[in-house]
């Protein structure tokens, strides 16, 4: 089975930074896409950054993070890492990791999440 181990989440203050970590693990033949969602309690999930493992290495920002969120790639990792700067209180939100992964040849592309990291952005 895929794994989805996040790291980097923790308290920052505003305009601060932090970056964080998505490594995948397990039965992967090839990854389509890695990207990060947040989801605060009570609220719908929103995408916050995507890119692909393609040789095009696309990506995708939400706008309320564009400029400001970096989001890049480990392909011989298996890797994917979001640096956050000038963070604002309102990013405040639990960061999940996602990934469409590929484990065999004969498999579609399944879509894994991670257990969810906590970014607090507070004064």
């Known amino acids: 089975q895929v794994q989805l181990v996040e790291s980097g989440g923790g308290l920052v203050q505003p305009g601060g930074s932090l970056r964080l970590s998505c490594a995948a693990s397990?039965?992967?033949?090839?990854?389509?896409?890695m990207g990060w969602y947040r989801q605060a309690p009570g609220n719908q999930r929103e995408l916050v950054a995507s890119?692909?493992?393609?040789?095009?290495?696309?990506?995708h920002y939400a706008d309320s993070v564009k400029g400001r969120f970096t989001i890049s790639r480990d392909n011989a990792k298996n890797t994917v890492d979001l640096q956050m700067t000038n963070l604002k209180p309102e990013d405040t939100n639990i960061y999940y990791c996602?990934?469409?992964?590929?484990?065999?040849?004969?498999?579609?592309?399944?879509?894994?999440w991670g257990q969810g990291t906590q970014v607090t952005v507070s004064s």
């Open positions: 996602n990934a469409a992964i590929q484990k065999t040849y004969v498999d579609f592309f399944n879509v894994y």
């Open positions: 397990g039965s992967i033949f090839s990854i389509d896409t």
């Open positions: 890119i692909t493992f393609t040789s095009v290495g696309a990506t």
